[in-house]
């Protein structure tokens, strides 16, 4: 049983049946270490007086192809045997989705994963695709681990922010169109908002300089007495309000399903806030009625989370409207309705909602919904420019679009002039995406980002395209392999590993474990990792031993090597959601 988690629980059984008092912690040996794997056997040293050789030699017992052992105060670093190396490039060959490339340790779990939630009064900018990236690589990775995933949004397609695009194409668009102009619908409706944001903008400056406080501005301007009165005319369904806001959001879906369509993301399901947000209402009262709400002299009605250390949240306003945590607690509800086997409930959310969504888990304890514990929040850092943070209400907005379209035409630069030019845009699409999807995911999802379209597209360093260039390659040598005849069938185990090749297959050891960990912390960015340092090893294989002139059995063990890299980086591009060219 070659594969990592095999591996341990057959050794974990044997301690058990030995009666071992504790189990030791393994890990992969660190870089700057000689060895495969390391047996931290502190927890058994009391038990073994002392006698660290004891303790080590225990351990190792039913540890096979065991070739080094060095023990190392507490720790034991471990090297394997060519024969051992050789039965798991053989079990790759012959069963790699079945415990290497796909696990079943999460089995019984049953995710829902919702992202990106855009608002309909802007197309996707840089944020959503930080948002997208993360979400997606989240989605596949417990997918690998053998859990059942539901990929769903939350379309805020409604609320203030609407109307005041709605308004905006009223006073400075309309009868405009996206077909009229050629330009993608959601493209058309944020410049909608950014005109309306601009010209209330001005109201409030005018109206500063008239005396008043900044504060009374910002709601006595009269563009913004106008977006409320069409917000309760949504609510109140005038139908003529009610056709406008239909047309302008299909506008917005059209222009998102195109994003989405271009990268590959789907979605099981599509919850709409104005289809859910009077869910919440329902839950309000439930609450008051039970006494874990209250409501004020004004009619308002309010949760007090003191005891939380949350202080008091309002969750309708005196005239009855929602707030958004009020519709968040009725999809909250609506989603374990739909889906009752769920087992997590997984929210992508940037970090400026870390509050928010403490109010929403603390509301759903209070109400005693036996999902509370089951929300996640994956929190993640803000993305910036080197100019700076971006500001939907000035325009300075990177739309998702027009940098997908920076890096299609970065990456064409890097394409040979001579291919056929609907293959060059493919593999400048393929490298542009790969530069962009690896940039955001890289970096711990807690972690601001500041964006750099050049460094992203380098084919050296920690970039998607150095990922994808390393399997183009390993896939090309196998490729010629295979003209002359040569296959990666073991035909016998080589005297010895070079060191490039244990450094190699160290790497490809850790497959399994680098999955289970970037799945569990919800952190792609270990994934992202992982891959880096799997290809930085197989080029210092390729660029210091020779393969295909290489003698038997070594040239067909260094092929066998190959395509287990081949088959850990697709694993890991997929995962990832990274795509690979034919060529580079």
């Known amino acids: 049983m070659p594969f990592w988690h095999e591996d341990v629980a057959a050794w974990e059984s044997a301690w058990q049946a030995k009666g071992l008092p ?36 225990a ?3 039913p540890v096979e192809g065991v070739q080094r052992a060095e023990v190392v105060k507490g720790f034991v670093n471990v090297s394997f045997s060519p024969a051992f190396w050789r039965s798991f490039l053989q079990a790759v060959q012959e069963r790699a989705p079945s415990g290497y490339t796909r696990l079943q340790l999460e089995r019984g779990q049953h995710l829902m994963v919702e992202y990106p ?34 990929r769903a949004n939350l379309v805020n397609d409604r609320g203030i922010h609407i109307s005041k695009s709605m308004l905006g194409w009223k006073k400075f668009f309309a009868p405009a169109t996206p077909q009229t102009t050629g330009k993608k619908g959601d493209h058309f409706v944020g410049d909608c908002y950014v005109a ?145 086997e769920l087992t997590r409930s997984v929210y992508v959310i940037g970090n400026e909602q870390d509050h928010h969504m403490r109010l929403l888990v603390a509301l759903l304890r209070k109400l005693e919904r036996p999902y509370a514990e089951a929300i996640y929040h994956l929190s993640y850092g803000m993305v910036e420019l080197p100019t700076g943070r971006m500001k939907t209400r000035e325009g300075t907005v990177v739309d998702a679009d027009d940098l997908l379209d ?64 390393g399997l183009v390659r390993a896939r090309r040598l196998l490729e010629k392999a295979a003209e002359k005849g040569l296959t990666p069938a073991l035909q016998a185990t080589p005297d010895a590993i070079e060191p490039a090749e244990e450094k190699l297959l160290q790497q490809l050891y850790g497959l399994p474990e680098a999955l289970m960990a970037a799945a569990r912390s919800f952190d792609p960015a270990l994934l992202a990792h992982y891959g880096y340092e ?10 210091s031993l020779p393969v295909l002139g290489a003698e038997e059995p070594v040239r067909s063990f260094r092929l066998a090597l190959t395509q287990a890299y081949q088959i850990a980086m697709e694993a890991v591009m997929e995962t990832l959601a990274l795509p690979v060219p034919a060529r580079m």
Not at 27 to 56: C, E, H, S, W, Y
């Open 406 to 469: 920076e890096m299609h035409s970065r990456a064409l630069e890097l394409v040979e002039e001579d291919l056929p030019e609907s293959e060059r845009h493919e593999i400048a699409e393929a490298v542009g995406q790969a530069a962009l999807r690896f940039y955001l995911l890289r970096v711990d999802p807690t972690k601001n980002i500041v964006f750099d379209p050049a460094e992203s597209i380098e084919l050296k360093g920690f970039t998607g395209p150095f990922l994808q260039y």
């Open 22 to 57: 504790a189990f030791p912690r393994i890990t992969l040996t660190p870089a700057d270490q000689q060895g495969v794997l390391t047996f931290n056997i502190f927890p058994l040293l009391k038990a073994f007086r002392g006698d660290a050789q004891a303790a080590a030699k």
């Open 534 to 543: 799997l290809t930085r090893r197989y080029n210092e294989f390729y660029q």
């Open 196 to 340: 309306f944001e601009r010209a209330y903008r001005a109201e409030v400056e005018a109206l500063k300089q008239r005396g008043l406080p900044e504060e009374e501005a910002l709601v006595q301007a009269p563009l913004f007495q106008e977006a409320q009165a069409l917000l309760r005319a949504w609510e109140a369904g005038e139908p003529q309000t009610l056709a406008l806001w239909r047309q302008m959001n299909e506008w917005v879906y059209e222009g998102f399903e195109a994003t989405f369509r271009r990268l590959g993301i789907r979605f099981d399901k599509v919850y709409y806030e104005s289809e859910t947000y009077k869910l919440g209402k329902k839950v309000v009262e439930e609450g008051l009625k039970r006494g874990l709400f209250y409501r004020e002299e004004d009619g308002s009605v309010w949760a007090d989370l003191t005891a939380e250390g949350l202080g008091k949240k309002i969750l309708l306003r005196r005239d009855g409207t929602s707030v958004y945590i009020t519709q968040d607690l009725g999809t909250a509800d609506l989603k374990f309705q739909d889906y009752p």
């Open 117 to 150: 939630s855009p608002n309909t009064n802007k197309p996707l900018h840089l944020g959503h695709l930080r948002n997208l990236c993360l979400g997606e690589a989240v989605c596949r990775l417990w997918e690998r681990v053998g859990a059942r995933v539901v």
């Open 59 to 61: 351990v190792l017992e």
